[in-house]
C-alpha cells in the first residue's frame, strides 16, 4: 500500500464524517472543494436580498468552498473562477472577465438539474449588482470615486482579492452558512460530475478503478505549505516528467476522485494528528482512525525541574498500550509518514512505513521500555525532540535550542530507530557523551537533562549492540569497569563539596569545573581533586567524612594500580557510574529525610 491508497482507504472509511465539523478539528473535506481562507462573509436571504456583511479575522477565515479542477490550480490573473465563493474582483462588474467567467459559470449551476436553493439566491444576488455598495454600507470596504474598492486591505489582504463566503438564511434547517451544508457540497458534486460525464476514463494507479484521469492534482496537504503539492507534472518545457516521458499520464495516471480523496484525507491526518518541527510533519495513523498513542513523545516530554512530572509520559503510555492492544485488531495496519515541502512548489515523503498493529504498539513500548534512565528515583524516558536539543543544541536564555531544520532531520533518525528498530547514530551518541562532559555549558536544570538523556541513549545504543542488557539502571558496586568507577569518584567529589554549601551558595563544585579535563585525563583530574578536596572534608562532621572516605576508598581499591591504562581518556560509560553514585547519593538524602522527620534528626 502507498501513501496515497492509505490516504484514500482512510477517507473512504471515514465517509460519515466528510463535510461535518468537529469542534477544534479540521473539516473532512469533500471532493471537488477545498479550504479557502476568506476575509469576508456576506449573508443574504432566501430571495437574494443583502442581509448584512462583515469583514473576517484570519482566525476565523478557514472555509470550504466548491472548486473546478482549474480554478484550484489557476495562477496570476488567469479568469478561471471558483464555482461560487471567490475573490470581490470575480463577484463584481469591475473585474471584467473574471466578473463574466463567474457568473457564467454561477448560472449554469442554478439553472441545472443539480441546482440549489442557496446557489439560486446567490446568482440573483450577483446579477442585482449591489454586492460593492453593501460592502460599502456596511464599513467592509471602502470605494474609490469610481465606485470601485480602493487598495484598502483586510487582514493584509487587499479589498479585490478578498475572497467571500456566503450565508443564506432559510427557511428550512439546513445552516445558513453554505461551507457547512452537505446539501450544497452534495448539489456541486453532481454538477461537476455531470459536466465531466463524457470525459475519457483510464485506469487509475491508486484506486484500481476506471475514472477520470486528473490533469491537476491538490495542494494545500500541509497548510504551512500551501502551495506544495505532492504530485506533479504541469511543467511540459522543463524536466518534470521530458527525458523520460512524452506525457505526464505516462508517468503515473491518478484518478480525479481518488486523488481528491486521498489528499483530502491526508490534509485532515495532518491537521488533526500531526506534530511539525521546522514545517516537516510527522503523523501516524490506521485506515480506519483506531485510536493510538499519541505523537507528543516526539515534541514534548517531561523537561520541567519538577521531579514528581518527569516519568509521567512514559508511564502512562506503557500502562494503556494493553489498552491499545486489545482495543485494535493486531492485523490492522499502522501508516507512519513524514511530509516535508523542500521548495514552495513541491512537497515531498521523507519519511514512509507500514506496520501490523501489533508490531507497532510492541516496537513503541520496546523503546520506552530500554531507552530510560533513572532520574530523582523514578524511570525516565526523553522525548525524541529534547534528545536531538540535547546532543545538537546549545543553551539560550535558560532553554536548549537549535535550528528547526537540523532538528527536524535528528528527530526524523530516532523516528526510525523507534519504528525501524534501527540502531542509535554513533554520532548522535558521541554528541551526547560530549556535551554531558561540559556541564558548564548549561544551567544546573538543563545540565541534568543532558546528563540523563546521554546516559538513557548510550546505555540503549551500548545495550542493543551487545543484545542484552549489559548496563543496568541502578548503582553496581561490583562493577570494575575503569570508566564506571571513575564516574563513580567525580560524584562522590561534587557530594563532598556540595555538603558543605549553605543554601545560598551558587558557586559551582571543583569536579564540575573539572569534569571535561577529568575524563580526558582521570589521574591528573582525580588528583586535583583530592587536593582541593581536603579542606572539605575537615569542615564535614565525623560521620560524613567517615561515609565519604569509605565509599572513595571501595572504589580506589576496585581499580588496578598497576594498569598503564589508568589515565587513558575515558569512555562514555564513565557517565553511568556519575549518573548512578549521584543517584545514590539521592536516595539516600530523601531517606535520610525521611528519617529526620520520626526520628528527632539524627543523622548519621
Not at 247 to 257: C, I, K, P, S
Not at 375 to 381: P, V
Request: with cysteine; proline share 4%.
Amino acid at each position: 500500500m502507498s501513501l496515497l491508497q492509505a490516504a484514500l482507504e482512510t477517507y473512504n472509511s471515514q465517509q460519515m464524517l466528510v463535510g461535518v465539523s468537529v469542534a477544534g478539528q479540521q473539516t473532512l473535506s469533500p471532493i471537488s472543494h477545498a479550504f479557502q481562507n476568506a476575509r469576508i462573509e456576506l449573508a443574504l436571504d432566501e430571495n437574494g436580498a443583502f442581509v448584512n456583511a462583515r469583514a473576517l479575522a484570519k482566525a476565523e477565515g478557514e472555509t470550504i468552498i466548491p472548486v473546478t479542477e482549474l480554478s484550484l490550480n489557476r495562477t496570476g490573473d488567469n479568469s478561471v473562477a471558483h464555482p461560487l465563493s471567490d475573490q470581490l474582483r470575480y463577484l463584481a462588474p469591475f473585474g471584467g472577465e473574471k466578473y463574466a467567467a463567474y457568473l457564467r459559470q454561477l448560472t449554469a449551476w442554478a439553472e441545472s438539474d443539480c441546482s440549489h436553493p442557496k446557489v439560486r439566491a446567490i446568482l440573483q444576488y450577483i446579477q442585482g449588482g449591489t454586492i460593492l455598495s453593501d460592502l460599502a454600507a456596511s464599513s467592509v470596504i471602502e470605494l474609490g470615486v469610481d465606485g470601485t474598492p480602493t487598495d484598502g486591505k483586510i487582514e493584509g489582504t487587499e479589498y479585490a482579492k478578498c475572497l467571500v463566503r456566503w450565508r443564506v438564511l432559510t427557511a428550512d434547517e439546513s445552516p445558513s452558512a453554505c461551507w457547512e451544508d452537505a446539501s450544497l457540497f452534495d448539489s456541486f458534486i453532481r454538477f461537476y460530475e455531470n459536466l465531466r460525464r463524457d470525459a475519457p476514463r483510464d485506469r487509475c494507479l491508486v484506486s484500481g478503478e476506471m475514472d477520470i484521469p486528473a490533469l491537476f492534482h491538490p495542494k494545500g496537504v500541509l497548510t504551512k505549505s500551501n502551495s506544495a503539492k505532492l504530485i506533479s507534472a504541469n511543467d511540459s518545457s522543463g524536466f518534470t516528467y521530458r527525458g523520460r516521458f512524452t506525457e505526464a499520464a505516462q508517468a503515473a495516471n491518478v484518478g480525479y476522485t481518488a486523488t481528491q480523496r486521498a489528499h483530502a484525507a491526508l490534509r485532515w491526518l495532518a491537521a488533526n494528528h500531526g506534530v511539525d518541527f521546522g514545517g516537516r510533519t510527522f503523523f501516524w495513523w490506521t485506515p480506519q482512525c483506531d485510536d493510538l498513542p499519541s505523537l507528543n513523545f516526539l515534541g514534548y516530554g517531561p523537561t520541567s525541574e519538577q521531579k514528581a512530572d518527569l516519568p509521567n509520559f512514559r508511564r502512562e503510555l506503557l500502562s494503556s498500550l494493553s489498552g491499545y492492544k486489545k482495543a485494535i485488531p493486531p492485523q490492522e495496519t499502522v501508516v507512519i509518514a513524514a511530509l516535508d515541502a523542500a521548495t514552495t512548489g513541491r512537497l515531498s515523503v521523507t519519511y514512509y512505513n507500514e506496520l501490523r498493529s501489533s508490531d507497532f504498539l510492541d516496537r513503541l513500548g520496546h523503546w520506552y521500555q530500554t531507552c530510560v534512565w533513572m532520574r530523582y528515583g523514578q524511570e525516565w524516558s526523553p522525548a525524541l525532540r529534547m534528545i536531538a536539543l540535547s546532543a545538537f543544541g546549545v543553551e539560550r536564555d535558560g532553554r536548549l535550542a537549535a535550528d528547526d531544520r537540523l532538528i527536524r532531520d535528528q528527530v526524523q533518525r530516532l523516528l526510525s530507530c523507534v519504528i525501524d528498530r534501527a540502531s542509535i547514530p554513533a554520532d548522535m551518541v558521541q554528541a551526547l557523551a560530549i556535551r554531558a562532559s561540559q556541564p558548564q555549558a548549561y544551567s544546573p536544570a538543563n545540565r541534568d537533562i543532558v546528563l540523563s538523556i546521554a546516559c538513557a541513549i548510550i546505555r540503549k545504543y551500548r545495550n542493543d549492540k551487545f543484545s542484552k542488557e549489559e548496563w543496568t539502571l541502578a548503582l553496581d558496586e561490583n562493577n570494575c569497569d575503569r570508566s564506571y568507577l571513575y564516574g563513580r569518584l567525580l560524584a562522590v567529589a561534587e557530594q563532598v563539596e556540595r555538603c558543605t554549601y549553605d543554601k545560598q551558595e551558587g558557586r559551582e563544585p571543583n569536579a564540575i569545573r573539572l569534569q571535561s579535563v577529568f575524563s580526558q585525563r582521570p589521574v591528573y583530574g582525580w588528583r586535583v581533586l583530592s587536593e582541593k578536596l581536603i579542606s572539605y572534608y575537615a569542615r564535614l562532621n565525623p560521620g560524613l567524612r567517615a561515609y565519604y572516605r569509605r565509599i572513595t576508598d571501595d572504589i580506589i581499591n576496585k581499580m588496578d594500580a598497576k594498569d598503564r591504562e589508568l589515565n587513558k581518556r575515558l569512555d562514555d560509560t564513565y557517565l553511568f557510574g556519575y549518573s548512578h553514585q549521584r543517584e545514590a547519593f539521592y536516595i539516600r538524602k530523601e531517606t535520610v529525610t525521611v528519617s529526620d522527620t520520626t526520628n528527632g534528626g539524627n543523622e548519621e
